[in-house]
């Protein structure tokens, strides 16, 4: 159970966080536990990160602020092992670095900082560049499998949805209407030989098909 020290000062950063939440980060704590928040970093533009989710959780002490949190990655992302603590200077793994006037803030923008370089710690992984942009490209399907990521995030399972219905429906444009311009063409001009004679209009290779036919038979009636 979380001291009134510590739940005061979690809710006041969560409300803070609110006000004026960092770039690219968004975290909260669980209703029923303020000492657990999750939270999901995204991806910069112009790094191998680039459009992916990375959910993750904090995990804090009852003395928090006057202990540091544990800090995990639940989303594959190439550059962390998955649901593991991980080695950092504001995480608990060094407990004689930290300042208790870092914040949730603070540990996230750190994370993330740490993330963009490639400096080996304990839980970190290696991955091509190549592999982290399609860990990325993956992650927002991945996170919302999970249940607690689908009820504390549900503007980025909205996204997801969203996603899915755009990539769905331009699966289906080149069978769609018929109005996309730069749908591929079905073979025989886009439409079926059952197609064009439904709408009364010759086909040309029944119609060689046909008249070879006829060639051929009246070769073997004059030849007999």
């Not at 770039?23 to 680039?50: C, F, M, Q």
């Amino acid at each position: 159970m979380a001291s009134d020290l510590a739940t005061r000062r979690l809710l006041r950063e969560f409300a803070a966080m609110r006000k004026a939440p960092p770039d690219n980060i968004v975290a909260r704590p669980l209703e029923s536990n303020v000492l657990e928040w999750h939270y999901v970093i995204t991806g910069t533009k112009d790094s191998v990160y680039e459009g992916g989710h990375y959910h993750g959780k904090l995990r804090f002490p009852t003395e928090y602020p006057l202990r540091p949190p544990s800090v995990l990655m639940c989303t594959p992302s190439g550059r962390f092992k998955t649901n593991c603590r991980l080695c950092l200077s504001m995480s608990d793994f060094h407990p004689e670095s930290w300042n208790p006037m870092w914040s949730v803030s603070t540990i996230l923008t750190g994370l993330y900082s740490f993330m963009l370089e490639s400096s080996p710690t304990l839980g970190s992984v290696e991955a091509t560049p190549a592999q982290r942009r399609r860990f990325a490209a993956q992650s927002l399907e991945f996170n919302c499998a999970n249940e607690t990521f689908r009820g504390l995030f549900p503007d980025l399972v909205e996204l997801h949805e969203e996603r899915r219905k755009a990539a769905a429906e331009a699966g289906d444009a080149p069978g769609g209407d018929g109005d996309d311009d730069g749908a591929a063409p079905a073979p025989g001009g886009g439409r079926d030989a059952g197609a064009a004679a439904d709408e009364g209009e010759a086909n040309p290779l029944i119609f060689v098909a046909c008249v070879g036919a006829t060639l051929a038979l009246l070769a073997l009636l004059l030849s007999a």
